[in-house]
C-alpha cells in the first residue's frame, strides 16, 4: 500500500523535528489499527497486496487508468471543477461501511 510508507514517512519526519513522544502515543495506535483493517478486510488472497473497490480509495481516482472501468470518453476532459452538470456521486451507506475506520 502507498499510504503505509507515506503515513510511516510522514510521521517520522514529524517526529525527527518535534521529538514529539505524545504524538506517537496518540498517532501509533490508530495507524496500526488501520493497517491492520486493511490487511484483515482487503487481503483477500493472504498474499500481503489488498483489494481496493473504488478508485477513491488508491489515491489517484482521477487517473486516466480507471476511464475505461468508469466508461469516461476517451479524449475528455478531466477536469470538472467548474462544470455544474458534472457531479461525483456520493458515498453509500455500502460503500461507507467498507472503509477503514479513521
Not at 13 to 40: G, M, S
Request: charge should be negative; proline fraction near 8%; charged fraction near 25%.
Amino acid at each position: 500500500m502507498s499510504h503505509d510508507h507515506a503515513s510511516n514517512s510522514s510521521l517520522r519526519a514529524i517526529y525527527e523535528q518535534t521529538n514529539d513522544t505524545e504524538l506517537l502515543k496518540e498517532i501509533v495506535p490508530k495507524l496500526v489499527r488501520y493497517f491492520n483493517w486493511w490487511k484483515e478486510n482487503r487481503d483477500l488472497e493472504g498474499n500481503g497486496l489488498v483489494t481496493i473497490l473504488h478508485p477513491w480509495e488508491s489515491g489517484i481516482d482521477l487517473s486516466p487508468a480507471y476511464d475505461g472501468a468508469l466508461g469516461v470518453p476517451e479524449g475528455s476532459s478531466r477536469d470538472t471543477s467548474d462544470d455544474p452538470n458534472i457531479s461525483f456521486p456520493r458515498q453509500t451507506n455500502l460503500e461507507t461501511s467498507l472503509l477503514p475506520p479513521h
